[in-house]
């Protein structure tokens, strides 16, 4: 299983960045599809997540700013990042799930939200 994160990078508060994480090994449709997020000194946290019937849900800190979407298509999940904020700063990662023994990291991509 592959993953190919992109999207990452600098922005000033109030910017936006769109994430993207294309699979390759695994039948995309049938897994659910998470980012998480991993910031200085802290421990990584769920962000959002779609569910392979595309029920979507975010933690409570990024609604509003943040969509996730997929294409089954293509194989990609997608972060849109809207009105960032410096603690959006982190790395993100990307996971495939579809049961405890059925789970996928990507490597992660840098966000730094920074004036």
């Known amino acids: 299983v592959q993953f190919v994160e992109s999207g990452g990078g600098l922005v000033q508060p109030g910017g936006s960045l769109r994430l993207s994480c294309a699979a390759s090994?695994?039948?995309?449709?049938?897994?659910?599809m998470y980012w998480y997020r991993q910031g200085p000194g802290k421990q990584r946290e769920l962000v959002a997540v779609?569910?392979?019937?595309?029920?979507?849900n975010y933690v409570d800190s990024v609604k509003g700013r943040f969509t996730i979407s997929r294409d089954n298509a293509k194989n990609t999940v997608y972060l849109e990042m809207d009105s960032l904020k410096p603690d959006d700063t982190a790395v993100y990662y990307c996971?495939?799930?579809?049961?405890?023994?059925?789970?996928?990291w990507g490597q992660g991509i840098q966000v730094t939200v920074s004036s």
């Open positions: 996971n495939a799930r579809r049961n405890t023994f059925n789970s996928y």
């Open positions: 090994g695994i039948i995309f449709s049938a897994y659910a």
């Open positions: 779609i569910s392979s019937d595309e029920i979507i």
